[in-house]
Protein backbone atom coordinates (compact mmCIF):
# COMPACT_ATOMS: atom_id res chain seq x y z
CA UNK A 1 0.00 0.00 0.00
CA UNK A 2 1.32 3.72 -0.98
CA UNK A 3 2.15 5.76 2.15
CA UNK A 4 2.84 9.35 2.01
CA UNK A 5 6.73 10.18 2.80
CA UNK A 6 7.95 12.73 4.91
CA UNK A 7 11.49 12.72 4.55
CA UNK A 8 12.69 16.21 5.49
CA UNK A 9 11.20 18.53 8.10
CA UNK A 10 8.34 20.31 7.11
CA UNK A 11 9.09 22.89 4.87
CA UNK A 12 12.07 21.28 3.89
CA UNK A 13 15.07 23.97 2.37
CA UNK A 14 13.98 24.17 -0.84
CA UNK A 15 10.50 24.82 -0.56
CA UNK A 16 11.72 27.38 1.89
CA UNK A 17 13.31 29.20 -0.53
CA UNK A 18 10.33 29.39 -2.32
CA UNK A 19 8.07 29.89 -0.35
CA UNK A 20 10.59 33.61 0.89
CA UNK A 21 10.34 34.70 -3.22
CA UNK A 22 6.46 34.12 -2.82
CA UNK A 23 6.73 36.02 0.33
CA UNK A 24 8.18 38.71 -1.72
CA UNK A 25 6.50 38.84 -4.67
CA UNK A 26 2.96 37.40 -4.28
CA UNK A 27 -0.20 39.06 -3.39
CA UNK A 28 -0.47 38.50 0.13
CA UNK A 29 -4.75 38.30 -0.01
CA UNK A 30 -3.94 34.65 -0.71
CA UNK A 31 -4.97 32.39 2.42
CA UNK A 32 -2.15 29.56 2.36
CA UNK A 33 -2.63 27.48 5.73
CA UNK A 34 0.59 25.15 5.55
CA UNK A 35 3.59 25.58 3.57
CA UNK A 36 2.98 22.58 0.32
CA UNK A 37 4.74 23.81 -2.69
CA UNK A 38 3.53 21.09 -5.69
CA UNK A 39 6.08 20.47 -7.95
CA UNK A 40 4.92 17.24 -9.70
CA UNK A 41 1.53 15.06 -9.26
CA UNK A 42 -0.06 11.79 -10.35
CA UNK A 43 -3.37 10.59 -9.17
CA UNK A 44 -3.77 11.74 -5.44
CA UNK A 45 -0.14 12.10 -4.90
CA UNK A 46 2.33 15.57 -5.27
CA UNK A 47 5.76 15.64 -4.77
CA UNK A 48 7.51 18.62 -3.66
CA UNK A 49 10.99 19.74 -4.44
CA UNK A 50 12.87 18.08 -1.64
CA UNK A 51 11.50 15.07 -2.23
CA UNK A 52 8.14 14.64 -0.13
CA UNK A 53 5.62 12.71 -0.97
CA UNK A 54 1.31 13.83 0.06
CA UNK A 55 -1.50 12.43 -0.40
CA UNK A 56 -3.68 14.82 -1.78
CA UNK A 57 -7.50 14.95 -0.37
CA UNK A 58 -8.27 18.32 -1.86
CA UNK A 59 -7.35 17.88 -5.08
CA UNK A 60 -7.03 21.37 -5.64
CA UNK A 61 -9.82 22.40 -3.96
CA UNK A 62 -12.31 20.19 -5.81
CA UNK A 63 -10.77 21.06 -9.54
CA UNK A 64 -8.87 17.63 -10.32
CA UNK A 65 -11.96 15.19 -10.38
CA UNK A 66 -9.77 12.90 -12.61
CA UNK A 67 -6.88 12.98 -10.44
CA UNK A 68 -3.62 15.25 -10.89
CA UNK A 69 -2.39 14.92 -14.50
CA UNK A 70 -4.78 12.10 -15.55
CA UNK A 71 -2.63 10.41 -18.79
CA UNK A 72 -5.71 11.13 -21.03
CA UNK A 73 -6.28 14.70 -20.12
CA UNK A 74 -2.62 15.12 -20.62
CA UNK A 75 -2.74 13.35 -24.33
CA UNK A 76 -5.83 15.63 -25.06
CA UNK A 77 -4.07 18.46 -23.99
CA UNK A 78 -1.01 17.65 -26.01
CA UNK A 79 -2.67 16.82 -29.16
CA UNK A 80 -4.84 20.16 -28.86
CA UNK A 81 -1.37 22.11 -28.27
CA UNK A 82 -0.54 21.00 -31.18
CA UNK A 83 -2.99 22.05 -33.56
CA UNK A 84 -5.07 25.32 -32.13
CA UNK A 85 -4.09 27.26 -28.87
CA UNK A 86 -6.43 30.12 -29.20
CA UNK A 87 -8.77 32.04 -31.89
CA UNK A 88 -11.56 33.51 -29.40
CA UNK A 89 -14.60 31.78 -29.43
CA UNK A 90 -16.52 35.61 -29.39
CA UNK A 91 -15.74 36.58 -32.47
CA UNK A 92 -14.36 32.91 -34.36
CA UNK A 93 -15.45 29.31 -34.39
CA UNK A 94 -13.44 26.43 -33.27
CA UNK A 95 -14.13 22.46 -33.12
CA UNK A 96 -13.79 21.94 -29.19
CA UNK A 97 -15.78 24.39 -27.96
CA UNK A 98 -18.68 23.98 -30.54
CA UNK A 99 -18.59 20.22 -29.30
CA UNK A 100 -18.18 21.00 -25.69
CA UNK A 101 -21.23 23.20 -26.07
CA UNK A 102 -23.23 20.77 -27.58
CA UNK A 103 -21.99 17.74 -24.62
CA UNK A 104 -22.89 19.71 -21.97
CA UNK A 105 -26.04 21.34 -23.16
CA UNK A 106 -27.03 17.36 -23.50
CA UNK A 107 -26.77 17.29 -19.91
CA UNK A 108 -29.20 20.01 -18.87
CA UNK A 109 -31.85 18.31 -16.66
CA UNK A 110 -34.55 19.79 -18.87
CA UNK A 111 -37.39 20.54 -20.19
CA UNK A 112 -36.63 21.86 -23.32
CA UNK A 113 -32.93 22.76 -25.31
CA UNK A 114 -29.99 24.29 -23.04
CA UNK A 115 -27.05 26.80 -24.49
CA UNK A 116 -23.72 26.91 -22.71
CA UNK A 117 -21.88 30.52 -22.66
CA UNK A 118 -18.34 30.33 -21.66
CA UNK A 119 -15.82 32.10 -19.49
CA UNK A 120 -12.75 30.73 -17.64
CA UNK A 121 -13.31 30.38 -13.75
CA UNK A 122 -16.27 29.69 -11.40
CA UNK A 123 -17.28 33.91 -10.52
CA UNK A 124 -17.46 34.30 -14.20
CA UNK A 125 -19.69 31.35 -14.56
CA UNK A 126 -21.84 33.26 -11.90
CA UNK A 127 -21.44 36.41 -13.10
CA UNK A 128 -22.60 35.80 -16.98
CA UNK A 129 -25.63 33.72 -14.76
CA UNK A 130 -26.44 37.32 -12.72
CA UNK A 131 -26.29 39.41 -16.09
CA UNK A 132 -28.44 36.55 -18.34
CA UNK A 133 -30.81 36.81 -15.29
CA UNK A 134 -31.41 40.57 -15.29
CA UNK A 135 -31.11 40.61 -18.96
CA UNK A 136 -33.85 37.87 -19.47
CA UNK A 137 -36.74 38.81 -16.74
CA UNK A 138 -35.91 42.80 -17.02
CA UNK A 139 -35.93 42.17 -12.97
CA UNK A 140 -33.64 44.03 -10.58
CA UNK A 141 -33.44 41.68 -7.04
CA UNK A 142 -32.13 38.37 -6.32
CA UNK A 143 -31.98 35.78 -3.59
CA UNK A 144 -28.86 34.02 -2.36
CA UNK A 145 -28.03 32.23 0.98
CA UNK A 146 -26.11 33.27 4.20
CA UNK A 147 -23.21 30.77 4.15
CA UNK A 148 -23.29 30.95 0.44
CA UNK A 149 -19.82 31.24 -1.87
CA UNK A 150 -20.28 32.29 -5.65
CA UNK A 151 -16.70 33.73 -6.27
CA UNK A 152 -15.10 37.00 -6.06
CA UNK A 153 -15.84 39.22 -9.05
CA UNK A 154 -17.51 42.66 -8.29
CA UNK A 155 -21.31 40.39 -9.13
CA UNK A 156 -20.28 36.94 -7.51
CA UNK A 157 -19.24 38.59 -4.14
CA UNK A 158 -22.54 40.67 -4.12
CA UNK A 159 -24.30 36.86 -4.03
CA UNK A 160 -21.54 35.59 -1.86
CA UNK A 161 -22.15 35.98 2.07
CA UNK A 162 -19.49 33.36 3.64
CA UNK A 163 -16.96 35.32 5.20
CA UNK A 164 -16.94 39.08 6.13
CA UNK A 165 -13.07 39.22 5.10
CA UNK A 166 -14.41 38.49 1.42
CA UNK A 167 -16.09 41.53 1.72
CA UNK A 168 -14.58 44.23 3.70
CA UNK A 169 -13.19 46.98 2.23
CA UNK A 170 -15.00 46.36 -0.98
CA UNK A 171 -18.11 48.24 -0.61
CA UNK A 172 -20.82 49.45 -2.36
CA UNK A 173 -21.37 46.19 -4.20
CA UNK A 174 -24.14 45.39 -6.47
CA UNK A 175 -27.82 46.53 -5.05
CA UNK A 176 -30.70 44.38 -4.91
CA UNK A 177 -29.47 40.95 -3.18
CA UNK A 178 -31.03 39.78 0.03
CA UNK A 179 -29.85 36.69 1.85
CA UNK A 180 -31.72 34.21 3.58
CA UNK A 181 -30.78 31.70 5.44
CA UNK A 182 -29.93 27.85 3.88
CA UNK A 183 -31.27 24.62 4.96
CA UNK A 184 -28.62 23.20 7.68
CA UNK A 185 -30.37 21.22 9.61
CA UNK A 186 -27.30 20.43 12.30
CA UNK A 187 -27.66 24.68 13.21
CA UNK A 188 -31.09 24.99 12.05
CA UNK A 189 -31.51 28.77 11.66
CA UNK A 190 -35.35 28.84 13.35
CA UNK A 191 -33.75 26.32 15.80
CA UNK A 192 -36.44 23.52 14.12
CA UNK A 193 -35.86 19.49 13.58
CA UNK A 194 -36.04 17.67 10.53
CA UNK A 195 -38.59 16.53 9.45
CA UNK A 196 -40.99 18.05 11.92
CA UNK A 197 -39.62 21.58 10.44
CA UNK A 198 -41.26 20.93 7.45
CA UNK A 199 -39.11 23.02 5.28
CA UNK A 200 -40.06 26.04 7.01
CA UNK A 201 -36.81 27.33 6.43
CA UNK A 202 -38.30 27.58 2.85
CA UNK A 203 -41.86 28.28 3.54
CA UNK A 204 -40.40 31.29 5.47
CA UNK A 205 -40.15 33.31 1.99
CA UNK A 206 -42.90 33.17 1.01
CA UNK A 207 -44.77 33.45 4.92
CA UNK A 208 -42.33 36.51 5.78
CA UNK A 209 -40.30 37.52 2.99
CA UNK A 210 -42.35 38.19 0.14
CA UNK A 211 -44.87 39.34 2.49
CA UNK A 212 -42.27 41.92 3.51
CA UNK A 213 -39.57 43.29 2.10
CA UNK A 214 -39.41 41.63 -1.59
CA UNK A 215 -41.94 41.69 -3.95
CA UNK A 216 -41.41 38.23 -5.89
CA UNK A 217 -42.65 39.97 -9.36
CA UNK A 218 -39.34 41.93 -8.98
CA UNK A 219 -36.99 38.88 -8.39
CA UNK A 220 -35.25 37.57 -11.28
CA UNK A 221 -33.40 34.57 -9.59
CA UNK A 222 -32.38 32.04 -7.03
CA UNK A 223 -28.86 31.67 -6.81
CA UNK A 224 -28.37 28.44 -4.72
CA UNK A 225 -25.75 25.70 -3.87
CA UNK A 226 -27.06 22.54 -3.93
CA UNK A 227 -24.81 21.28 -1.50
CA UNK A 228 -22.72 24.50 0.26
CA UNK A 229 -19.23 24.60 -0.58
CA UNK A 230 -17.08 26.99 1.26
CA UNK A 231 -20.24 27.67 4.02
CA UNK A 232 -19.43 23.84 5.41
CA UNK A 233 -20.11 21.46 2.86
CA UNK A 234 -24.20 21.32 3.77
CA UNK A 235 -26.29 19.12 2.74
CA UNK A 236 -29.85 20.42 3.18
CA UNK A 237 -32.63 17.93 3.35
CA UNK A 238 -34.35 15.81 0.37
CA UNK A 239 -37.36 18.64 -0.27
CA UNK A 240 -35.53 21.92 0.20
CA UNK A 241 -34.29 22.04 -3.26
CA UNK A 242 -37.90 20.88 -4.32
CA UNK A 243 -40.14 23.57 -1.91
CA UNK A 244 -37.67 26.05 -2.95
CA UNK A 245 -38.23 25.55 -6.71
CA UNK A 246 -41.86 25.02 -6.47
CA UNK A 247 -41.91 28.89 -5.14
CA UNK A 248 -39.24 29.85 -7.39
CA UNK A 249 -41.72 29.03 -10.21
CA UNK A 250 -44.70 30.38 -9.02
CA UNK A 251 -43.66 34.06 -9.22
CA UNK A 252 -41.22 33.10 -12.11
CA UNK A 253 -38.09 33.75 -10.45
CA UNK A 254 -35.34 31.68 -12.67
CA UNK A 255 -33.63 28.55 -10.36
CA UNK A 256 -30.32 29.19 -10.47
CA UNK A 257 -27.75 26.30 -9.45
CA UNK A 258 -24.22 27.10 -8.85
CA UNK A 259 -22.72 23.81 -9.23
CA UNK A 260 -18.57 25.02 -9.34
CA UNK A 261 -18.32 23.00 -6.77
CA UNK A 262 -20.36 20.12 -5.86
CA UNK A 263 -20.73 19.37 -9.92
CA UNK A 264 -18.89 17.55 -12.00
CA UNK A 265 -19.66 13.94 -11.38
CA UNK A 266 -18.33 15.02 -7.36
CA UNK A 267 -21.56 13.71 -5.80
CA UNK A 268 -21.84 10.99 -7.56
CA UNK A 269 -24.01 12.06 -10.39
CA UNK A 270 -22.55 14.70 -13.00
CA UNK A 271 -24.64 18.01 -11.35
CA UNK A 272 -25.52 17.44 -7.75
CA UNK A 273 -28.98 18.82 -8.31
CA UNK A 274 -29.57 15.42 -9.37
CA UNK A 275 -30.31 14.27 -5.87
CA UNK A 276 -33.02 16.82 -5.60
CA UNK A 277 -36.35 17.65 -7.09
CA UNK A 278 -35.84 20.64 -8.95
CA UNK A 279 -35.16 21.49 -12.32
CA UNK A 280 -32.73 24.47 -12.77
CA UNK A 281 -33.32 27.15 -15.56
CA UNK A 282 -29.61 28.04 -15.40
CA UNK A 283 -26.50 26.03 -13.79
CA UNK A 284 -22.93 27.54 -13.44
CA UNK A 285 -20.01 25.22 -13.81
CA UNK A 286 -15.98 25.29 -13.28
CA UNK A 287 -13.71 23.59 -10.86
CA UNK A 288 -13.44 20.14 -12.24
CA UNK A 289 -14.98 20.82 -15.54
CA UNK A 290 -11.27 20.26 -17.11
CA UNK A 291 -8.96 18.68 -14.52
CA UNK A 292 -7.35 21.73 -13.59
CA UNK A 293 -7.11 23.49 -16.65
CA UNK A 294 -9.37 26.96 -16.80
CA UNK A 295 -12.68 27.19 -17.75
CA UNK A 296 -16.56 28.09 -16.26
CA UNK A 297 -19.46 27.62 -18.16
CA UNK A 298 -22.89 28.94 -17.92
CA UNK A 299 -25.29 26.42 -18.68
CA UNK A 300 -29.02 28.13 -19.55
CA UNK A 301 -32.23 26.64 -20.83
CA UNK A 302 -31.93 28.19 -24.60
CA UNK A 303 -35.55 29.75 -24.30
CA UNK A 304 -34.07 32.31 -21.19
CA UNK A 305 -30.51 32.86 -23.50
CA UNK A 306 -31.93 35.21 -24.99
CA UNK A 307 -29.53 37.64 -25.20
CA UNK A 308 -27.75 39.75 -28.24
CA UNK A 309 -24.79 39.73 -29.95
CA UNK A 310 -22.42 41.30 -27.88
CA UNK A 311 -24.60 41.60 -24.77
CA UNK A 312 -21.81 39.63 -22.72
CA UNK A 313 -18.29 37.67 -24.22
CA UNK A 314 -14.85 36.66 -22.87
CA UNK A 315 -11.70 36.73 -25.39
CA UNK A 316 -10.43 33.38 -23.31
CA UNK A 317 -13.19 31.51 -22.21
CA UNK A 318 -13.88 28.47 -23.35
CA UNK A 319 -10.19 28.21 -24.87
CA UNK A 320 -9.51 25.34 -27.24
CA UNK A 321 -6.93 23.46 -24.79
CA UNK A 322 -9.84 23.61 -21.81
CA UNK A 323 -12.44 22.54 -23.91
CA UNK A 324 -10.35 19.53 -25.07
CA UNK A 325 -9.82 18.73 -21.72
CA UNK A 326 -12.86 18.98 -20.71
CA UNK A 327 -14.66 16.86 -22.90
CA UNK A 328 -12.16 14.40 -22.10
CA UNK A 329 -12.99 14.69 -18.62
CA UNK A 330 -16.66 14.28 -18.78
CA UNK A 331 -16.05 10.63 -20.92
CA UNK A 332 -13.85 9.75 -18.22
CA UNK A 333 -16.83 10.63 -15.57
CA UNK A 334 -19.37 8.76 -17.59
CA UNK A 335 -17.00 6.15 -18.32
CA UNK A 336 -16.09 5.45 -14.38
CA UNK A 337 -15.32 8.02 -11.92
CA UNK A 338 -19.01 9.04 -11.28
CA UNK A 339 -19.64 5.48 -9.55
CA UNK A 340 -16.52 5.25 -8.26
CA UNK A 341 -17.32 8.15 -6.85
CA UNK A 342 -20.68 6.80 -5.29
CA UNK A 343 -18.78 3.89 -3.61
CA UNK A 344 -15.69 5.49 -2.25
CA UNK A 345 -18.34 8.30 -0.97
CA UNK A 346 -19.72 5.42 0.90
CA UNK A 347 -16.70 3.97 2.13
CA UNK A 348 -15.97 7.15 3.51
CA UNK A 349 -19.04 7.95 5.06
CA UNK A 350 -18.62 5.08 6.66
CA UNK A 351 -15.32 5.03 7.98
CA UNK A 352 -15.72 8.98 9.14
CA UNK A 353 -19.26 7.33 10.86
CA UNK A 354 -17.17 4.72 12.52
CA UNK A 355 -14.41 7.99 13.67
CA UNK A 356 -17.25 9.67 15.29
CA UNK A 357 -17.96 7.06 17.60
CA UNK A 358 -14.78 7.10 19.12
CA UNK A 359 -14.38 10.91 19.29
CA UNK A 360 -16.42 12.87 20.98
CA UNK A 361 -15.23 16.23 19.08
CA UNK A 362 -17.10 15.13 15.59
CA UNK A 363 -20.60 16.83 16.06
CA UNK A 364 -21.72 16.15 12.43
CA UNK A 365 -20.61 13.63 9.34
CA UNK A 366 -22.13 14.70 5.96
CA UNK A 367 -21.95 14.36 2.22
CA UNK A 368 -22.69 12.94 -0.80
CA UNK A 369 -20.41 10.75 -3.22
CA UNK A 370 -16.73 12.62 -2.36
CA UNK A 371 -18.38 15.72 -0.82
CA UNK A 372 -18.05 15.00 2.47
CA UNK A 373 -18.07 17.78 5.43
CA UNK A 374 -16.77 16.85 9.12
CA UNK A 375 -17.83 19.39 11.26
CA UNK A 376 -15.82 19.37 14.95
CA UNK A 377 -17.60 20.63 18.04
CA UNK A 378 -16.14 21.35 21.57
CA UNK A 379 -19.03 19.76 22.73
CA UNK A 380 -22.15 17.60 21.39
CA UNK A 381 -24.32 18.86 23.44
CA UNK A 382 -23.56 22.83 23.15
CA UNK A 383 -22.45 22.13 19.64
CA UNK A 384 -19.73 24.54 20.28
CA UNK A 385 -17.81 25.20 17.27
CA UNK A 386 -14.30 24.07 17.51
CA UNK A 387 -12.23 26.31 14.85
CA UNK A 388 -9.22 25.84 16.55
CA UNK A 389 -9.46 21.92 16.62
CA UNK A 390 -10.24 21.58 13.05
CA UNK A 391 -7.09 23.93 12.03
CA UNK A 392 -5.15 22.00 14.53
CA UNK A 393 -6.03 18.31 12.61
CA UNK A 394 -5.36 19.66 9.54
CA UNK A 395 -1.81 21.24 10.41
CA UNK A 396 -1.40 17.54 12.13
CA UNK A 397 -2.38 15.30 8.73
CA UNK A 398 0.08 18.08 6.96
CA UNK A 399 2.91 16.95 8.77
CA UNK A 400 2.36 13.13 8.31
CA UNK A 401 1.32 13.53 4.18
CA UNK A 402 -1.91 14.41 4.20
CA UNK A 403 -3.65 17.42 2.98
CA UNK A 404 -6.64 18.81 4.14
CA UNK A 405 -8.69 21.61 3.57
CA UNK A 406 -11.29 23.49 5.81
CA UNK A 407 -14.65 25.41 5.08
CA UNK A 408 -16.76 26.96 7.07
CA UNK A 409 -16.04 27.85 10.61
CA UNK A 410 -15.01 24.26 12.30
CA UNK A 411 -15.70 21.80 9.17
CA UNK A 412 -13.46 19.72 7.37
CA UNK A 413 -13.81 19.61 3.88
CA UNK A 414 -13.01 15.87 2.46
CA UNK A 415 -13.13 16.48 -1.43
CA UNK A 416 -10.61 13.47 -2.98
CA UNK A 417 -10.30 12.74 -6.86
CA UNK A 418 -12.74 10.79 -8.06
CA UNK A 419 -10.01 8.40 -8.89
CA UNK A 420 -9.46 7.77 -5.57
CA UNK A 421 -8.85 3.99 -4.26
CA UNK A 422 -10.44 1.60 -1.64
CA UNK A 423 -6.46 2.00 -0.14
CA UNK A 424 -6.00 5.48 -0.56
CA UNK A 425 -9.51 5.72 1.51
CA UNK A 426 -7.71 3.50 4.13
CA UNK A 427 -4.65 5.55 4.38
CA UNK A 428 -6.55 8.84 4.94
CA UNK A 429 -8.89 7.24 7.46
CA UNK A 430 -5.42 5.90 9.46
CA UNK A 431 -3.92 8.80 8.93
CA UNK A 432 -7.05 11.43 9.79
CA UNK A 433 -7.42 8.64 13.23
CA UNK A 434 -4.13 9.78 14.06
CA UNK A 435 -4.11 13.80 13.64
CA UNK A 436 -7.19 13.07 15.46
CA UNK A 437 -5.75 11.38 18.34
CA UNK A 438 -2.86 13.49 19.05
CA UNK A 439 -4.93 16.58 19.60
CA UNK A 440 -5.95 15.13 22.45
CA UNK A 441 -2.47 13.53 23.74
C1 LIG B 1 -19.75 27.24 -5.31
C2 LIG B 1 -18.67 28.12 -5.87
N1 LIG B 1 -19.01 29.07 -6.76
C3 LIG B 1 -18.08 29.88 -7.30
C4 LIG B 1 -16.76 29.78 -6.96
C5 LIG B 1 -15.75 30.70 -7.56
O1 LIG B 1 -14.94 29.99 -8.45
P1 LIG B 1 -13.56 30.62 -8.95
O2 LIG B 1 -12.62 30.64 -7.80
O3 LIG B 1 -13.13 29.68 -10.05
O4 LIG B 1 -13.87 31.97 -9.47
C6 LIG B 1 -16.37 28.81 -6.03
C7 LIG B 1 -14.97 28.69 -5.61
O5 LIG B 1 -14.63 28.11 -4.61
C8 LIG B 1 -17.35 27.97 -5.47
O6 LIG B 1 -17.04 27.02 -4.58
Not at 175 to 181: A, E, K, L, Q, S
Request: glycine share 10%; with cysteine; charged share 20%.
Amino acid sequence: MQYPQIKTTLPGPRVQELIDVDRQFVSPSYTRIYPLVAESAQGLWIHDPDGNIFLDFTSGIAVCGTGHCHPEVVAAIKKQADRLLHMSGTDFYYTPQILLAQKLASLGPGPGAYKVYFGNSGAEAVEAAFKLARWHTRRELNLAFFGAFHGRTMGALSLTASKAIQKKHYNPLVPGITHIPYGYCYRCPYHLCYPDCEIACVHWLEETLFRTTVPPEEVAAIFVEPIQGEGGYIVPPPEFHRELYKTAQKYGILYVVDEVQSGMGRTGKMFAIEHFEARPEIIALAKGIASGLPLGAMVARADIMDWEAGSHASTFGGNPISCQAALTTIHLLEKELMANATVRGEQLMSGLRELQQSFECIGDVRGLGLMIGVELVKDRETKERAGDWRDQVIQQAFRKGLLLLGCGQNTLRICPALTVTSQEVDVFLSIFEESLRELFK
